[in-house]
């Protein structure tokens, strides 16, 4: 053991170094699933900025120092509240906001968020087949982003109102009728954010035949 460890100390400390650094200061995070189409499709993969909001020690959930604020209308990747698992969504509401949704529009604080539509597109669900999606731009505050609702499903479009606690953040899906978000599992602690996710590193056509999609390679994840 030893003299394997010898031979290979400058691999191992690569290895431990690399490792710190995922944890610490820049991460990549694939996307598998629906929730945040029309900006985030399957098989893109995202850089997330672990230095965006705090300083944390390696492995660990524990803040050394604040580097900046979460915003209304970020896209971030945190460990889910009630299971652990590693999600990707976008904070709806901050510490002190006073959040409710009627029939899919979203209100902040009595203020009713504004909608434009963009226009149409389609997602395929195992079970219903291809659905109609209506795409919108939702402007909440100082937020400006794209969303997608899918009509013909049977969604929570009503809830709240809910007060978000101090240190924690509400978080929606930008595929509103097809995401699991805080209207599941409650509100985030700010402990558990991961960091920002800025951009698409890579992207590939995962429910299709595998090519690549160049012309999303270093898009901003809000435009």
């Known amino acids: 053991m030893k003299e394997a460890f010898r031979a290979n100390k400058g691999f191992i400390a690569f290895l431990l170094l690399f490792g710190i650094f995922r944890t610490a200061v820049a991460d990549w995070n694939p996307i598998p699933s629906a929730s945040m189409r029309p900006n985030l499709l399957e098989g893109d993969v995202v850089f997330v900025n672990r230095l965006a909001y705090d300083v944390k020690i390696?492995?660990?959930?524990?803040?050394?120092?604040?580097?900046?604020?979460?915003?209304?209308?970020?896209?971030?990747?945190?460990?889910?509240?009630?299971?652990g698992t590693r999600l990707i969504k976008c904070i709806a509401a901050l510490p002190g906001d006073t959040v409710e949704m009627r029939g899919e529009r979203l209100l902040i604080n009595g203020r009713q968020a504004d909608y434009t539509v963009l226009g149409n597109g389609t997602e395929h669900i195992a079970a219903l087949g291809d659905l109609a999606a209506l795409h919108l731009r939702e402007r909440s505050g100082d937020a400006d982003y794209r969303i997608q609702v899918l009509p013909q499903v049977r969604a929570m479009r009503d809830f709240g109102p809910v007060t978000v606690p101090r240190d924690s953040y509400l978080m929606l899906g930008d595929n509103r009728d097809n995401s699991g978000d805080s209207r599941v599992f409650g509100t985030v602690p700010r402990a558990l954010l991961i960091g920002r996710a800025e951009r698409v590193l890579v992207s590939a056509d995962i429910l299709g035949n595998w090519a690549p999609r160049t012309d999303r390679i270093g898009m901003s994840l809000r435009q």
């Open 58 to 83: 390696p492995l660990t959930d524990i803040s050394l120092a604040r580097t900046g604020e979460p915003r209304r209308g970020d896209v971030v990747t945190f460990s889910s509240p009630k299971d």
